[in-house]
């Protein structure tokens, strides 16, 4: 944030750009946030299962950004 003051460019399309980047990296895989948690211990899924079913959505939305 510091950078952003001194260059003085305005903070919000950063700050976007990082709340889009954290929830996609928190998507592929089953401890990367508490809605993957609950979806593994309610229908019983393994951390690989979880992996194996979310690695082709995640690396597409990966290279769409």
């Excluded at 944030?1 to 980047?21: A, D, E, G, M």
């Excluded at 928190?26 to 899924?45: A, E, P, R, Y």
Aim: proline residues 5%.
């Amino acid at each position: 944030l510091w950078f952003l003051i001194i260059t003085k460019l305005k903070p919000l399309p950063y700050l976007f750009s990082v709340f889009v980047v954290a929830n996609t990296a928190s998507l592929s895989l089953l401890i990367g946030n508490l809605t993957n948690i609950i979806i593994g211990q309610v229908f019983g899924i393994s951390f690989i299962s979880f992996l194996a079913y979310m690695i082709i959505p995640h690396t597409i939305i990966l290279i769409s950004q």
